[in-house]
């Protein structure tokens, strides 16, 4: 597989070395730079999810790596499934946390982690990663123990729930978290920072984890061939997708599927307040305001860093970015939202409710509407029982690390504080 970097496409490089670098020069996002058209849709449609996902992820990687070891990599990493659950006649909900992290992050971090012990050769490697809530407990999770193998976990104090907290930093051994004393924007500052430092890079091996690694992108495509599967086939002309976006790494990876060729007629990005995308869409104008906090936490992103290769991808195709949908939902409208869902009869929590309801307010006559839920309803624990007046028994996962101490370390948002901690 060959990739360039979208802000200077003479810098090329292979899978390998797009894993193990992560960002580009100039931090430069990595691209493929041919997507293959798959013409055995249906056969594929067919197959369950690993052996499909072992085909999907073998044509866009290529012959580099060898297909015994990528099955490998993929029978390690998607270890959980991806139903479907009906809520009504033309609406579906793709459930993507039933991983051992309880969200859609598992699938990417996973196979990440997977891909970077492929890669990595005898290479001592760090991985720096910042988190709005989700990301961090999958990669923790997904490289926990791994030998030679460091990450550090950046996320902002107190701006993250409790739950989602407890179950990344209290893993210890090769995990190291700091609590910045700041908002995602800022985590992710600083570590664009540490990796535009050659020095440091260089020291410790920096690495990424976060939507920017190709690797974490390729491994969601696999799941939106899942949802098509799993629709009746008479279900499967007009599919709209509704993706719950921050990063929007979750609707890159959709959109790499459709351009795959798996039969999706339109996306729709659904944000929080922090709504830079569908203003931008509506106004042609990319104006970020400044973050503010909302019930989808892990949303809270005004600068949304895979943006750039949504529409890379769109011009590729030649597909106009006035076909994609999107709206922003205020917390208000979010409960609502998650109260409606509730009576529709599905329990969800807030991020999956913003893509519910979006879609269901843009979804059309003839249309089958996918939203994708993306966190387990319990990781938002505290907002589920308060807006529904339920109270919800913590899964097993979580309620094992809730009960251990954190052992995160503090930090304001300073860069040479960050890096004198990576060195020490
Ligand atoms: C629960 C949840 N939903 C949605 C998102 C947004 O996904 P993306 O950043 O790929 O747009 C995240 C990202 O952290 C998340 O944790």
């Known amino acids: 597989m060959n990739l360039y970097n979208i802000k200077h496409p003479e810098e090329q490089v292979n899978f390998a070395q797009a894993v193990r670098q992560g960002l580009g020069k100039n931090q430069g996002l990595f691209f493929p730079q ?46 959980f499934p991806a139903p479907l659950a009906q809520v009504s006649d033309n609406l579906f909900a793709l459930e993507l946390f039933h991983g051992p992290t309880l969200a859609f992050k598992d699938f990417g971090g996973r196979f990440m982690a997977q891909a970077l012990s492929a890669v990595r050769g005898d290479e001592k490697i760090t991985i720096l990663t910042a988190t709005s809530g989700d990301t961090g407990a999958a990669v923790a999770h997904a490289f926990y123990g791994l030998e030679n193998i460091n990450v550090v976990i950046l996320y902002p104090k107190g701006k993250i729930s409790p739950l989602q907290e407890k179950l990344f930093c209290t893993l210890g051994g090769n995990i190291r978290t700091i609590a910045i004393e700041s908002d995602f924007d800022a985590c992710q500052a600083l570590v664009k920072q540490a990796f535009d430092d050659e020095d440091l890079r260089q020291a410790i091996g920096l690495n990424s984890a976060n939507s920017i690694n190709i690797s974490r992108l390729l491994a969601q495509v696999c799941y939106y061939f899942e949802a098509v599967a799993q629709l009746p086939v008479e279900k499967r002309q007009e599919v709209v997708v509704s993706v719950p976006s ?110 519910y309801q979006v879609l269901k307010d843009q979804l059309q006559a003839g249309e089958t509407g996918i939203f994708l839920c993306t966190a387990h309803p319990a990781k938002f624990k505290e907002s589920v029982e308060r807006i529904l007046s339920l109270e919800l028994p913590l899964p097993e996962a979580l309620d094992k690390h809730n009960k251990l101490p954190l052992l995160s370390d503090t930090m304001a948002a300073d860069f040479a504080q960050l890096k004198a901690y990576l060195l020490a």
């Open 34 to 79: 041919t997507i293959p058209t798959l013409d055995n849709i249906d056969e594929l449609l067919a197959l369950p999810l690993l052996e499909r996902s072992q085909k999907i992820l073998g044509a866009l990687i290529g012959e580099e790596i060898p297909t015994d070891t990528l099955n490998t990599m993929v029978k390690n990493a998607f270890t």
């Open 246 to 355: 921050g990063n929007f790494g979750n609707l890159t990876a959709g959109l790499i599927a459709k351009t795959l060729g798996l039969p999706i007629k339109r996306f729709i990005a659904s944000t929080n307040a922090n709504d830079t995308v569908p203003r931008y869409l509506r106004s042609g104008q990319w104006q970020p305001n400044a973050t503010v906090a909302t019930l989808s936490n892990a949303m809270d992103v005004s600068r949304p860093n895979n943006w750039p290769r949504v529409e890379e991808l769109f011009k590729r195709n030649g597909w106009a970015l006035a076909d994609l949908g999107s709206d922003a939902l205020s917390d208000a409208e979010t409960a609502l939202a998650l109260k409606a869902q509730y009576e529709e009869g599905y329990l969800c929590e807030p991020h999956g409710a913003i893509a």
